[in-house]
């Protein structure tokens, strides 16, 4: 393991993080509990893996040399990449009508995507990888990367308005600049939940992988981008000067959303208590999904460099996820009771 990376590779709890030597790449997976969404736990590791690699990149000297070109956003939870926004934090403070702690968290969020929306500032590039659902701000995190990658039955969607809210949390400001701005209302406001493919066909996914094939997709592109790379960097750095996607932006559209969130009504918690619950059958399902697969050792993940237990590779590509706890199902489903509680007053 290269020394000069000894300060990023770290553990933590929400978030696994693997190195790829041969692509020069780190991987950071997705693995929030007690249910697959944006925890403030997991904002926070995030937030502070990017600042390490700031870091550690002002550390380096001259960054030319720095074995990092690519940053890889993924998921550990078999099957979902990530289901959006912690609703049942939301549903407390909205009932607590508690709105600097609304905008506290929606600002751990926005801080998040808009380092990875503009490189954190370095000459990398981020990538995206979608295998399985990503909705809310799931999608938005997705979108956020230069360059979007999904499994074709990966489903992509933004259900905000079906309990009367939009996500605010950057899929205005990222769909626009895809697909105008006409395009990014359509999908804000159907709550449909789209296909991989049929997001490729109009241009929000930028590679469209066959199922089980991401990760040979992340590595092919990787090498087609290597190759001129200098290029691509201008390319991404005169896209973000021409149309760029700035903190102030954001954190204005989130302000409208806070206050949109401060004026939901009893029907529309109901709505999001059902929500949760879905993420809670999502979450208890991928346990099972990830205690059915034997752990193994693949010819891929011994040529990757760690300093920590990251999710395997096995020959055909599946995901193989470490052992996990079994009593989450009594966790998550105790989380629910002071929505169900205010939401049936």
Known sequence: MSSKLSSILSEYKQLTIRYDQKDK????????????????TLLNEIREFQVSIANNYEAVKPSSDHPVNYLVLASQTPNTFNLGGDLNLFAQHILDQNRDHLFTYAKACIAVLYENAVNLSLPITTVSLVEGTALGGGFEAALSSNVLIAERSSELGLPEILFNLFPGMGAYSLLARRVGTVEAEKLITSGKVYSAAELYDMGVVDVLAEDGKGKEAV????????????????????????????????????????????????????????????????????????NSVLLARTKQDRRMETTVSFPLLDSNGATIAYERRKSTDRRTMSTNSHIAKAANR
């Not at 790449?25 to 403030?40: E, H, M, Q, S, V």
């Not at 290029?231 to 932006?249: D, K, S, W």
């Open 25 to 40: 790449a780190i991987w950071y997976y997705l693995n929030p509990n007690p249910r697959p969404c944006f925890t403030p």
């Open 219 to 290: 590595s092919a592109y990787i090498k087609k981008h290597s190759r001129a790379r200098n290029g691509m960097l201008a390319v991404h750095a005169a896209r973000q000067r021409f149309h760029p996607i700035t903190y102030e932006e954001l954190k204005d559209i989130t302000e409208i959303w806070v206050d949109a969130a401060l004026n939901l009504e009893r029907k529309d918690l109901r709505m999001m208590e059902r929500l949760v619950q879905a993420q809670d059958r999502r979450r208890i399902q991928s346990f099972k999904d990830s």
